[in-house]
């Protein structure tokens, strides 16, 4: 619906513009730059064409990292997902203990990215940390900093512990709007309990499941910081998921030709995917 | 003061909501928009006001193009179907919003709330919040905060919709006493026929986005120009039936003939729709030329006060409205009476041609 | 199919009731006979709601019992009660077709697919939806969708009672009328129990046999449309039901005359009204006349109502008698007598019915 045009909007709305041109579309455009050109430093900078762009998707060090971040990402979703709706159809709907349920989930959003690295570093520490010790007192050789399945499992608990209340909130928020008519034509009907979930409760739910389906895939697959102060993208480089590399490349190496390039193909993916997960949500929406 | 539609046309990716448009309401005048939901009565409001710009053609407001100002500079007001208050304030402080904003001193917001409140009969709950409120007190306070501000134009939509039946009652008397003073032009949206007769004032029948007559309401409800506009202003619906003109008889499938009278004799002969209201077939012959009709009744309504009956003449559903006590089985044949001096007669075009006796109420 | 009784019921949101105030649904007994059509009629928060979710079996009472054919169900689920119900906004389930929609409480029953088919075909030609049987609920009108939720209930044939929530809430009054009379008529088809609530005092008398008439959790008066209209037991229901409701005018008891002013009016029930209290007779806009003789009154304002008008008239003390007239009926302009119909009007003592239950 087009409102009527009111020039002076745009004024209101010129700070954020200019924030938002420092904040991204300016290091986009340096991002660009970067990735066709071929620097040594000095500010000199030299036309490299589309090299940059065919040494990353040519390199097997940049096929590892993809692989493991899409399988990092999907891991969490299929877990996050219906772990966080299930929580939501356990919470209550009525009564005091809504508050205490909806804060206690939000606490874990509320902690640092970095604290929570750092939280669940100690806390897997096999020689001092709870969980590390108390897994190695009951038989299991649990060491994260060694062994690869170790790192993984305590990556993915993390981000699930830290993450999942996000789609708990979304859920439960979908499942309150739901009128008590439904529910009481659906007992009326004779429907199990299936049957009220699978044609009430999810029907209902899936405009908030698509914004958490999407916001926890953009999420997953630009994580950072809690990996990194978890495991530094170790043992080996077996937790290196694509932002760790594209800061050891960046940072570590100085190679900012091709970690631009690498940059705008790894937006590139996001955004695509991010499209395919929304058509594929919101087909059949009236 | 006069509010002018010029042309005006609203279209939504490609969708006709509203098709052009002229509209002339008067200043100091009641006019109703009546019509189903979705014919497009909020879309016109929403264009009168402001909200919406439309995609071809002007308003002008006082002599002036207001077509491309914005709500907020055109003094109007608007009453929804919910109850819109603000909450945490008390019905005092709702009532004079509009004027604190508008910076009138002190001592005169007091005498128009005041005043105001006395006029919507909310003086006792003037401390309360509108949560404490019924619905009816609740869109009271609305419509107050509406009128307090002596704005140019009062735009109603459905205000009446949410409200129990006896309430919706009670204010629908009151309403029209409301603007009887102002020099506003109030426009008022409303599915229902019944309110629009009440109202008096002017009438637009709107269907499909198209507004197919506009004018006094008893001219709107007595003269319909075409079949649409009868069938949009008409409660309950209007019964319908192909007639043949034979001569100076109408015919109405193979047994049911009656005269044609003044106003119909010169129709030329050929088929015609006839459109009869339902209280003007009744089970007593009733009115200045009742014609018998036999149907098979699909179901019999009883009110207490009045009859309903549902039936099928010569496979069209008719309904006839009749005062008293009259049961009748499903499936039973029985006999009414049409009073075809109150009938209409439309062309094929669905305009009206013949309205038997002038007058078709 | 099955006799509803109310054994004693109450009921009260707050734990510990003391005042009459507390009780959402005051005592009521009641029975509703087995196929009969009735409506729960008041105006918003007068217990109409609570009684029907008592009786559905979504809600508990605070006191009393309800039997379903003299068993008790108070305590079962709606489920175990075999009910249906259709709610003031349309409930469907959204991802499956009308068809689905229609079979979804036979399949919830195990009910054989053959015999799911029949029955669905035939609930959908009852409900005018054959032609939209594969089309998507979701995509239909509100009236559309309200067949649907009744569908739902009439698909089932061991339905015991089937309730309706202010069902043409969201209906435009053109159809208002078809859906209205559709209801009658699946009523008198199926005969099965309905109970049907309103604030509507139309819906209500043109579909029930019976109506229950509630004002703030308590019943004032039980009846069918006629008695209700006809012969009001107190003076809410006399105002609540007619449109205009009935006129009220404060009257005094000379001997077995009833008096306005200096006006006597012949009244249907003088000879049992006794001393004390507030009298008032009632007369329903209906059965009021211009006539020569009579109550001398002021015509303040005529509203066209198109198939009638209502006139407004102001008595010399002030007042209001509302009358129908017809588009034919002469209205004088100012001064004017009005008469009233004798078997129609009757004196109210306290509000109640002079001369019978609690007026008497």
Redesign the interface.
């Known amino acids: 619906m087009r409102k009527t045009v009111n020039q002076r909007a745009w004024l209101f709305i010129l700070p954020v513009l200019v924030l938002v041109a420092f904040n991204a579309i300016l290091p986009l455009m340096t991002v660009v730059n970067y990735s066709v050109q071929e620097t040594f430093g000095n500010n000199e900078f030299f036309w490299a064409g589309l090299i940059w762009f065919e040494q990353v998707i040519g390199s097997p060090r940049f096929h590892d990292s993809l692989i493991r971040q899409l399988i990092f990402t999907f891991s969490i979703l299929a877990i996050e997902i219906p772990l966080g709706v299930i929580i939501a159809l356990a919470m209550p709907r009525k009564g005091v203990w809504v508050s205490v349920c909806l804060v206690l989930m939000a606490l874990p959003l509320l902690i640092p990215w970095n604290v929570v690295g750092a939280m669940w570093n100690i806390f897997a520490l096999p020689d001092i940390g709870l969980m590390g010790y108390t897994l190695n007192a009951i038989g299991f050789d649990f060491n994260f900093t060694r062994q690869i399945g170790d790192a993984w499992f305590t990556l993915l608990l993390m981000d699930v512990w830290h993450w999942t209340s996000l789609v708990v909130l979304l859920a439960y928020a979908g499942l309150v709007s739901i009128p008590d008519a439904y529910y009481q034509a659906a007992r009326i009907d004779g429907a199990s309990s299936w049957a009220i979930f699978r044609y009430i409760q999810l029907p209902k739910m899936k405009r908030v499941l698509t914004i958490a389906v999407l916001l926890r895939f953009m999420d997953s697959f630009n994580i950072y910081t809690e990996p990194f102060v978890l495991t530094g993208g170790g043992p080996g480089n077996s937790t290196t998921l694509l932002s760790i590399d594209l800061v050891k490349i960046a940072l570590g190496q100085f190679d900012l030709g091709p970690a631009a390039a690498m940059s705008l193909i790894y937006f590139l993916i996001i955004l695509l995917l991010s499209w395919v997960f929304y058509t594929l949500m919101m087909r059949n929406e009236e | 003061m006069a509010l002018e539609l010029k042309s005006v046309a609203k279209q939504v990716d490609g969708e006709v909501h509203i098709h052009p448009t002229d509209l002339t309401l008067a200043p100091g005048s009641f006019n109703v928009l009546l019509g189903t939901t979705l014919s497009g009565k909020t879309t016109l409001m929403q264009l009168m006001a402001g909200l919406e710009r439309p995609t071809s053609g002007q308003i002008w407001f006082n002599g002036r193009d207001v077509t491309g100002v914005s709500v907020q500079k055109r003094n109007v007001s608007m009453v929804y179907q919910q109850f819109i208050n603000y909450p945490n304030l008390s019905v005092y402080a709702n009532i004079a919003s509009p004027l604190k904003l508008a910076r009138i001193d002190k001592a005169e917001i007091n005498r128009r709330v005041q005043e105001m409140a006395e006029l919507m009969r909310l003086t006792p709950m003037l401390d309360r919040r509108p949560s404490e409120l019924s619905g009816g007190q609740q869109q009271r306070t609305a419509m107050a905060r509406a009128l307090v501000k002596d704005a140019d134009v009062v735009l109603l939509d459905e205000p009446l919709a949410n409200l129990d039946f006896k309430l919706r009652e009670e204010l629908r008397d009151e309403l029209p006493r409301l603007f009887a003073d102002r020099n506003c032009i109030a426009v008022y949206a409303t599915t229902e026929p019944m309110e629009a007769l009440l109202f008096g004032g002017n009438t637009a029948t709107l269907h499909e986005g198209r507004v197919t007559q506009f004018g006094p309401t008893m001219e709107s409800y007595q003269q319909p120009k075409d079949l649409i506009s009868a069938q949009v202003f008409s409660e309950p619906p209007m019964n319908s039936a192909k007639v043949t003109k034979q001569g100076g008889e109408f015919l109405l499938g193979s047994s049911i003939r009656w005269q044609a009278d003044a106003s119909t004799t010169g129709l030329a002969d050929g088929s015609y729709m006839l459109g009869v209201r339902p209280h003007r077939v009744t089970i007593r012959p009733d009115g200045a030329q009742p014609v018998a009709i036999r149907g098979h009744v699909r179901i019999a309504e009883l009110s207490g006060s009045e009859s309903t009956v549902h039936f099928d003449l010569n496979g069209n559903d008719w309904v006839s409205l009749s005062t008293g006590v009259h049961d009748f089985d499903i499936g039973a044949e029985a006999d009414f009476h049409m009073d075809v001096s109150r009938a209409m007669y439309f062309d094929d075009a669905g305009h009206l041609v013949g309205a038997a006796g002038g007058r078709a109420d | 199919m099955a006799r509803i009784t109310l054994d004693n019921l109450g009921h009260a949101y707050m734990p510990n009731p003391v005042n009459p105030a507390d009780w959402a649904l005051q005592q009521l007994d009641f029975e509703f006979d087995d196929g009969g059509a009735y409506a729960l009629l008041g105006?918003?928060g007068c217990g109409k709601t609570t009684l029907l979710n008592i009786i559905?079996g979504?809600l508990v009472p605070s006191r009393g019992r309800v039997l379903f054919d003299g068993e008790d169900m108070t305590t079962r689920?709606?489920?175990a009660r075999n009910?249906?119900?259709v709610?003031?906004?349309p409930?469907i389930?959204?991802?499956?077709t009308v068809r689905q929609n229609l079979a979804?409480?036979l399949r919830?029953?195990g009910v054989p697919a053959a015999e799911i088919e029949a029955r669905v075909s035939e609930i959908a030609e009852m409900t005018d939806l054959t032609e939209m049987l594969d089309r998507r609920a979701?995509?239909l009108t509100?009236d559309g969708k309200q067949k649907i939720?009744l569908g739902?209930?009439l698909v089932r044939d061991d339905v015991n009672v089937i309730m309706f929530d202010e069902p043409l809430t969201v209906i435009?009054?053109?159809l208002k009328?078809?859906l209205?009379?559709k209801l009658?008529?699946l009523h008198?088809?199926i005969d099965r129990t309905m109970i049907y609530v309103t604030?509507?005092?139309?819906e209500a008398?043109?579909?029930a046999d019976r109506v229950v008439l509630m004002k703030d959790g308590g019943v004032v008066q039980i009846g069918?449309?006629?008695?209700?209209?006809?012969r009001p037991a107190h003076t809410f229901v006399g105002?609540?039901?007619?449109?205009?409701?009935m006129n009220l005018l404060p009257c005094i008891m000379a001997g077995d005359t009833a008096m306005i002013g200096d006006t006597p009016i012949a009244v249907a029930n003088a000879a049992s009204v006794k001393p004390g209290g507030a009298l008032e007779i009632g007369i329903?806009p209906?059965f009021v006349r211009f006539a020569d003789s009579g109550l001398p009154v002021q015509v303040t304002r005529v509203?066209?109502?198109?198939?009638y008008r209502?006139v407004e008239t102001v008595t010399q003390t002030g007042e209001t008698v509302k009358l129908l007239a017809s588009?034919e009926d002469e209205v004088p302009s100012e001064a004017t007598r009005l008469s009233f119909d004798p078997a129609f009007t009757r004196v109210y003592r306290d509000g109640w019915l002079a001369g019978e239950g609690r007026g008497a």
């Not at chain 3, 604030?199 to 139309?202: A, E």
């Not at chain 3, 509203?303 to 198939?307: E, H, K, L, T, Y």
């Open positions: 105006p918003s559905s979504l689920d709606p489920t009910i249906a119900q709610f003031q906004f409930v389930y959204d991802t499956m979804f409480p919830n029953r979701s995509g509100a939720s739902r209930g435009d009054p053109h009328w078809q209205r009379s009658k008529e008198r088809r604030h509507d005092q139309i008398l043109t579909f069918t449309p006629v008695e209700l209209f006809e105002h609540f039901i007619g449109s205009p409701g329903r209906e509203m066209n109502a198109g198939r209502i588009n």
